[in-house]
C-alpha cells in the first residue's frame, strides 16, 4: 500500500478504490454479518434474512479482492527493482513505526473515552504486539513478502516466458483451485496465505514484464466472469441453506467459494489490475495525495478497537441483517466513503508532521 510520486495516477487511484472495497468489506464482516455462520462464525442465518445475508456475502468479497489488488500492484511496480537492503529496511520500518503509532494512539484514546478495559490481556496484546496476535495481518504477511521479493525477482528474471506462464498457474491451481474444490483436502495456515501473496505478486509481475493480448477485453472478461461465477455459487449455497434450514450451507458459500484462496477472486483481481494498467489518466497530484494515505486508513478502521467501535457500537450493523437490504445498502453506502475520508484526513496530518520532522533532521544532518 504505497505510493511514488512520479507514477501515473491510474494504479494510485486503484488503490483508493480498493482501499474502499476493504472498508465495505469489513461493515458485513466486523458489523453486518459479525460472527454469523455465513462468514464462518457461530449465529444461525435466519431463513427470512437470507437473501440479505446473500448481498453482506457479495459485498464481503471486494474485501478479498482488494487484498489481490494492492499485492498485484506491488508486484508491477516491484518485479524490476534490485536488491537494496538499506531500502528495503527503510520500508519496513516505516510500516512497523505506522502500525505502532497508530495502535498505541487509538489505546490511549480508548482508555481515555473509557471504551475498553486498559488492562485486558486481548487489548494490551492487540496493542503492544498488534504483528503478533492477528490485528494487522496483511502487513504482517506483506512484510514476509517484501523480505524475500528480490529473491524472487532474481528467479523471475532468469526463466523463461513460458516457465513464468507455468509456475502461476501451478501456484494458482494447488493454493486456490485445489482448496476450493476439495475444502478438506487440507489447511494451509498462514504460509498458505503468504503463497497467495506470492501468487499476486508474481501475477502483477508477470503483467509488467510480459502483458498480455488485448489487455482491456480480457480484463472485462476476468472480472466479469470472476463476479459471476462467485455471484452463482454463493447464491446457490445460500438459496439451499435457507430452503434446507442447513447452516453448512451458508458456511460453505463463503469460507470455501469467496475466501482468500478462491480462484474467482484471482480472477477479478487480475482483471481489474489489466483494466486499470490501461487508463491513461497522467499524474494526477490530488489522487496521488489520496492514495498515499490509503495504508493509515487501514490501520484506523480496521484496528480492534475501532472496529468494534464503529462497526457494533456506534452504528450497530448487525441490526441491519433484516430482510429488507435496503436498509444496509444505503447505510454503507453513506458511512464507508465517511470513514475513509475521516481516516484519509488523519493520515494525512500524520503524512504532514512526519515530513515535517524528516525535513528538519535533514538540515541539521547537512549543518553537521
Known sequence: MRSTKERNSNFELLRIIAMLFIIFHHSVVHGLLNNNT????????????????????????????????FVMISGYFLVNSSINGKKSFKKILMLIVQVYLYSIIIYFVAVH????????????????????????????????????????????????????????????ITFTLVPTLIPNFGSYGWYGQLVVFILYY???????????????????FLT?????LMAV????????GATTHNQQFYHNSFINIAGQFSPSIVLMATGIILLFKNMHL????????????TFGVYLIHDNPIMEQMIWLKWLKMPALLVPNVKHYLITAVIVCPLIFIICSLIDYVRILIFNAI????????RSK
Open 202 to 220: 508474481l501475477i502483477g509481475g508477470y503483467i509488467r514484464l510480459y502483458g498480455t493480448k488485448h489487455e482491456c477485453l480480457l480484463g472485462t
Open 38 to 69: 455465513s462468514i464462518g462464525g457461530w449465529t444461525p442465518v435466519a431463513t427470512k434474512v437470507w437473501l440479505t445475508t446473500f448481498t453482506g456475502q457479495m459485498v464481503a468479497t471486494l474485501g478479498k479482492v482488494a487484498v489481490g489488488i
Open 233 to 240: 455459487v454463493i447464491f446457490y449455497y445460500d438459496y439451499m
Open 113 to 172: 473515552f473509557k471504551w475498553v478495559n486498559p488492562k485486558s490481556t486481548i487489548v494490551l496484546q492487540q496493542t503492544f504486539l498488534p504483528l503478533f496476535y492477528n490485528s494487522c495481518w496483511f502487513v504482517s504477511e506483506y512484510i514476509l513478502l517484501y523480505l524475500v521479493y528480490p529473491y524472487i525477482n532474481v528467479a523471475l528474471h532468469n526463466i523463461t516466458r513460458q516457465q513464468y506462464r507455468n509456475l502461476i498457474i501451478i501456484i494458482a
Open 224 to 228: 466479469i466472469s470472476g463476479a459471476a
Open 358 to 365: 524528516s525535513f528538519v533532521f535533514s538540515k541539521f544532518s
Open 282 to 293: 497522467g499524474h494526477n497530484r490530488l489522487i496521488n495525495t489520496i492514495a498515499a494515505t
